[in-house]
């Protein structure tokens, strides 16, 4: 299975810049990863998603390592309703499921 | 808006009672998932269907049942044979199993025992 790495939690001030990392040496050479956070009792909220190239949409910025082998969301500007559980993700492509496979992610606390 | 919507959002079993959790999603997608969710974990994959009266097991099937006679409803039953219901359940959809797009969730549902 395709699987990711990420730190249990992270802290961050408001207002300042997080990175989030995330390890997948597995991946597979047409996998996209994908991020997602999720707040509690509530379902995962889609962020970002990327193949090669680093990609900015209006809630984050990913940045892909050349080899592939690492990602990092970035939020430019932490605030109070950033914190939540970060999940990077890849989808098992080869086994042929294309199933999504979740690790345990990485919490994000925002101090105010 | 598109979107899924699951049902109940709460949900109470009695030992040996089956329940149904409802998913529906008017976003034309052909595939669906069903994950659980246990307390500070990420999820696991249950069921997933890629088309119309199709499904296929996913990491932990045992326990589970589900069907898929509209491309719009997804239903989940947790059965008496699963042991241990009690969890967060969440319902996905993706527009076909090889999109690269994101999969869409629905709020969840959870269940647990009286």
């Known amino acids: 299975d395709a699987k990711t790495t990420q730190p249990n939690s992270m802290e961050s001030n408001e207002e300042e810049p997080v990175h989030l990392p995330c390890n997948h040496s597995?991946?597979?050479?047409?996998?996209?990863i994908h991020w997602y956070r999720q707040l509690p009792s509530q379902g995962p909220e889609y962020v970002i998603h990327g193949l090669t190239s680093n990609v900015n949409n209006r809630m984050a910025s990913l940045a892909i390592a050349e080899d592939r082998k690492s990602s990092t969301l970035i939020l430019h500007r932490a605030t109070l309703r950033d914190a939540a559980v970060y999940y990077c993700i890849l989808r098992d492509v080869a086994s042929g499921t294309y199933k999504y496979i979740f690790g345990t992610g990485t919490r994000l606390k925002v101090l105010a | 808006d598109g979107g899924i919507t699951q049902s109940p959002k709460y949900l109470f079993r009695k030992e040996g009672q089956n329940v149904t959790l409802s998913c529906e999603q008017n976003l034309n997608h052909d595939a669906m998932y069903w994950y659980r969710q246990d307390p500070g974990q990420g999820l696991r994959l249950i069921y997933y269907?890629?088309?119309?009266?199709?499904?296929q097991k996913g990491d932990i099937a045992e326990g589970y049942s589900v069907s898929r006679e509209k491309k719009e409803s997804f239903p989940l039953t947790v059965t008496s044979a699963q042991k241990n219901p009690t969890a967060f359940y969440l319902c996905?959809?993706?527009?076909?199993?090889?999109?690269?797009?994101?999969?869409?969730f629905g709020d969840g549902t959870r269940l647990s025992i009286l």
């Open positions: 996905a959809s993706l527009r076909d199993r090889l999109s690269n797009q994101p999969q869409h």
């Open positions: 597995t991946i597979s050479g047409t996998d996209y």
């Open positions: 269907s890629q088309i119309v009266n199709d499904f």
